[in-house]
């Protein structure tokens, strides 16, 4: 390791793992068994820290950190506990796990855990191994970030791996961009690594225009817009497909593009004109829903079919919205049409060779999800298990809990298992989940911090931070590489999430979880997939940040790069794009249309409750947090304050300034936060930043600012959670 | 000789990474001091708007006014490379003097929150200057917006504009930061997306 002379400290690399899509190279200095500071990979493309990863040593040694196993005394939700043993902790949970299977049978325990510093050794598969040699649980589906963008590219493209590209095209693709559209994505708050504003940049420097398309002026349209269209929240949709009427009425479109790859525009052509249902979606249609100027739609879309090759950066929060799928869905048949597409990731990435080894750990079939039929909204690149009708969507554990096999659920639930998740503060109607988990008769939380979801919990483990244990970034198929070293010994009693998983499995006389530390498994794994990638050994890798890791070449040679389409690059039914999806139309759900269609939102300006609450709440990201996790650390919480954002005539309407305390309300619950009055949100739509700690007073009122106090637990049809559609109304209640 | 520092307006996204940095890097707790800070400059009215952020610490001033007020001689400007030191111990605190805060026109000196708090700012990471490396922001800054090193070779880089926005240059004090400014563009939005005329026909 290199040795730091003048300070006699160590530097240890690891890659940091909060759940923001990044992971940033991260050296941290260490002296004996204590981080002392973090510092950057500084190298010319490394992606360098952002704030919450330099405040990492704040997270390891918060006075708040869980170190030792906790029982809860008090109510649920009080936050009352006590230490106890590993031993005790473990037999409990074995006792009760036991207990529950015995009694209702394995489909009544849930588990979740989240992507808080996930990778390969302590992620989903870690629990997912043990429950199924365990008999099995239910598990969920379906991604909370992008469930929208996932399901329209399965639809559309017949794999999800085509949607990547709709908001992370491959960074080099927006250096040859002339024009980039940024639909809702903010990518200097949401990071997603810290070399995609870099690349913005340069893009920039090299003369690409940037059209920001947002209900937010946000801090990346300060840095990069030549333009911001202030668009509602859940119309994206209508304008994207008003933008195709114009394209298709002044014939902008690629007819090649459209001829070679792609299938249904005709169908696609006659909705846009409404040869069908009267109704042309012209840019004026589009107006009166999404208050963008008819004339805007229109020259954008002008912009975006003749400035090739044009960017279409849709992010995936507009598709987390009720119909976030349609929104994906046109913006997917947008590309097509004026055949930007061919400029992306999909169709000019050469094929990977797969690795064959995976590295993540196996585990036996779920015997809960065996002869369950797939779900009716299943999408064939998804596996049985993933599409399995006895898994129950992500979203709706607390719809599941309350209602049951009598509301319509595989089974009735008893207990869950959140592992480094803060649950109930991160799905839709905090108050509905809260009531929900009161019902359980067991609830485990694997976790750092007492979140509102742990104290709901009967038992809390301790779980280290990734730098207190070891794992490996090892994607399948080649590509990124990395070692994440154990930095120092875990504090207190933590474990890793791996190390509880064999600890339990042992209570419960599951003797084939495996006994490798976690470091001999990281070493296996490099030994295996040595056998079949270029990798360097693993002390190099333990002292380097990222390599690329080649596949090893075969006989013949690898495969040129193709860069021509081949007829059936994509594994619809078609082999093309389909605008028109046969899969989506086989789902036969009127509301999963087989075209890309507008269709309003629940808790629309339309809706009549929308008298009581004249509002639209969206609950975007704020730099600070990563989700909820760096809620609590004290450099980060004196950079931003929680407030809820309100354009200055809502404000004025309702003797608001900025700072007032306000209440924050609708059928769902309160929030009390101080307001930020603002130009840079347009009005009658108000933000308020996903993350914070739901903190209740006596009487449920939130003054921590948690978003989903507000939102509603309901998915849109193919799937997504749905937290950008709500309405609110605000009032001001102090100074 | 006299260092300096450059920063690239445009590109700053008002991430932190530096503040948080620095903060970890010189051990210096949540609170008031913070030795690197970011201004948001917000202007115009809903939906024609101008926003920029501009990282800030101390000028390392050619004529400190912090210096030539302080009455125990706790601030220097070193001789060898123009930067300003605290001496904490010999500092009479916060409560006591303050005259430095007073006197500097760009809230560089920065006090804690605790009782008789002593001067503390940006030494533009001596620490690490002396082995060589640049300082923790430059190299902790995503965008790389930050360059510090001999003012001259900054200015030979990276021209001579002194002035940006939110910061006015003093002839008197002459602090030592160059800029590549942040242009408000309100107004020039209209017309900046080349349109290229219709290539087909109604149909
Ligand atoms: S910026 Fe202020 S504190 Fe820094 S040298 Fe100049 S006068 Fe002194
Ligand atoms: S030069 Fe060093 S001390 Fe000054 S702001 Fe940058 S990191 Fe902080
Ligand atoms: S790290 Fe760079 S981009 Fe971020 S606030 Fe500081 S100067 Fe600006």
């Not at chain 1, 927006?174 to 903010?186: A, F, K, Q, T, V």
């Not at chain 1, 040679?557 to 999806?581: H, N, V, Y």
């Not at chain 2, 930050?146 to 001259?152: R, T």
Request: glycine share 8%; net charge neutral; proline share 7%.
């Amino acid at each position: 390791m290199a040795v730091d002379a003048n300070h006699e400290e160590k530097i240890i690399r690891s890659i940091c793992s909060s759940h923001c899509g990044g992971t940033c190279e991260m050296k941290v200095h260490v002296r004996g068994n204590r981080i002392v500071r973090i510092e950057s990979d500084d190298g010319e493309y490394k992606p360098r820290l952002c704030a919450r990863g330099h405040a990492y040593r704040q997270r390891v040694y918060a006075p708040d950190r869980l170190l030792y196993p906790l029982k809860r005394t008090g109510v649920r939700g009080a936050g009352e506990f006590t230490r106890i043993s590993w031993d005790e902790a473990l037999e409990t949970v074995a006792g009760e796990m036991n207990r529950i299977k015995a009694r209702y049978g394995n489909a009544a325990m849930l588990h979740f855990c989240s992507m808080c510093d996930p990778h390969t050794l302590h992620h989903v598969g870690a629990f997912h191994r043990l429950l199924c040699q365990f008999g099995g649980y239910t598990a969920p589906w379906g991604f909370i970030s992008h469930e929208g963008a996932t399901f329209s590219a399965g639809v559309t493209y017949g794999t999800r791996r085509k949607f990547l590209s709709q908001s992370e095209h491959r960074l080099e693709e927006y250096l040859s961009s002339r024009l980039i559209i940024m639909w809702g994505w903010n990518p200097v708050t949401t990071e997603q690594g810290t070399l995609t504003p870099l690349f913005l940049a340069q893009s920039k420097e090299k003369g690409a225009r940037f059209i920001f398309v947002d209900p937010r002026y946000t801090d990346s349209a300060a840095v990069f817009a030549d333009q911001w269209i202030p668009i509602r929240p859940g119309t994206d949709g209508a304008v994207l497909i008003a933008m195709a009427y114009v394209i298709i009425q002044e014939n902008l479109q690629d007819r090649d593009f459209i001829e070679a790859n792609t299938i249904g525009f005709d169908q696609f052509k006659a909705y846009v004109l409404g040869l069908e249902d009267g109704a042309a979606k012209t840019p004026q249609w589009a107006e009166a829903i999404s208050s963008v100027p008819a004339a805007t739609i229109e020259n954008l879309a002008r912009a975006y079919a003749c400035n090739k090759p044009a960017t279409l950066a849709t992010s995936i929060s507009p598709g987390r919205t009720a119909y976030g799928e349609q929104y994906h869905r046109a913006a997917a048949a947008l590309e097509a049409i004026t055949g930007n597409l061919q400029f992306q990731n999909w169709l000019s990435a050469p094929k990977k060779k797969a690795v064959k080894f995976n590295p993540q750990l196996e585990s036996p079939p779920n015997p809960v999800e065996a002869g369950a039929p797939p779900r009716k909204n299943a999408l064939p690149f998804r596996g049985v298990s993933v599409n399995s009708s006895a898994r129950v969507n992500v979203s709706l554990f607390a719809d599941a809990i309350l209602k049951g096999k009598a509301g319509g659920y595989p089974h009735d639930y008893k207990m869950i298992w959140l592992s480094n998740t803060n649950y109930l503060n991160q799905l839709g109607e905090v108050n509905k989940t809260v009531k929900a988990f009161q019902q359980l008769e067991f609830i485990l939380v694997t976790e750092q911090f007492m979140t509102a979801t742990a104290k709901m919990a009967d038992i809390v483990l301790p779980v280290c931070t990734f730098l207190e244990r070891e794992d490996i970034l090892a994607p399948r198929g080649g590509g990124i590489y990395a070692l994440l070293n154990k930095v120092i010994e875990p504090l207190g009693e933590s474990k890793s999430q791996r190390q509880i998983c064999q600890a339990l499995a042992l209570k419960l006389g599951l003797t084939d979880y495996g006994d490798k530390t976690d470091g001999e498994m990281v070493e296996h794994i490099v030994t295996r997939l040595s056998e079949e990638v270029d990798l360097p050994d693993l002390d190099s890798l333990r002292k380097q940040g990222f390599v690329f890791g080649r596949p090893k070449k075969t006989e013949g040679g690898g495969q040129p790069e193709d860069k021509k389409i081949p007829p059936t690059a994509f594994p619809t039914p078609s082999g093309k794009i389909e605008i028109r999806s046969e899969i989506a139309a086989r789902i036969n759900d009127p509301l999963i249309p087989a075209i890309p269609t507008y269709m309003e939102t629940w808790e629309s300006l339309n809706d009549p409750l929308a008298v009581k609450y004249p509002l639209q709440l969206i609950t975007p990201h704020l730099k600070r947090r990563a989700h909820s996790q760096f809620d609590n650390l004290p450099w980060l919480r004196e950079l931003q304050t929680q407030a809820i954002s309100v354009n200055t005539v809502d404000a004025d309407s309702r003797g608001i300034r900025s700072g007032d305390l306000v209440r924050v309300f609708n059928d769902r619950g309160a929030v009390r936060i101080p307001a930020k009055v603002t130009e840079r949100i347009m009005p009658g739509v108000v933000a308020l930043p996903q993350g914070a700690w739901y903190s209740p007073d006596e009487n449920g009122i939130d003054y921590g600012g948690c978003a989903n106090v507000l939102t509603k637990n309901q998915i849109s049809p193919g799937g997504a959670f749905t937290p950008h559609t709500a309405l609110v109304q605000i009032e001001k209640v102090g100074q | 000789m006299q260092y300096g520092m450059y920063i690239n307006e445009n590109r700053c996204m008002g991430c932190f990474a530096c503040v948080v940095a620095c903060k970890d890097w010189h051990d210096v707790p949540a609170g008031p001091a913070s030795w690197m800070r970011v201004k948001t400059i917000e202007k115009g009215k809903y939906p024609d708007l101008f926003v920029a952020f501009l990282p800030v610490t101390c000028n390392h001033c050619l004529h400190p006014a912090c210096v030539a007020v302080c009455p125990v001689e706790a601030i220097s400007k070193r001789p060898e490379d123009g930067i300003v030191t605290v001496d904490r111990e010999a500092c009479l605190g916060k409560d006591q003097c303050g005259l430095c805060l007073q006197a500097c026109p760009y809230d560089a000196p920065q006090f804690g929150e605790e009782a008789d708090a002593r001067m503390q700012k940006c030494d533009w990471c001596l620490d690490r200057l002396t082995e060589g490396k640049k300082p923790i922001c430059v190299i902790s800054c995503p965008m790389q917006v930050i360059d510090i090193g001999p003012l001259d070779e900054l200015r030979a880089q990276y021209g001579d504009v002194r002035e940006t926005e939110s910061f006015t240059y003093s002839e008197e004090l002459a602090p030592s930061v160059l800029f590549k400014p942040k242009r408000d563009e309100r107004n020039l939005a209209i017309g900046k997306i080349e349109v290229t005329p219709r290539v087909g026909t109604e149909g």
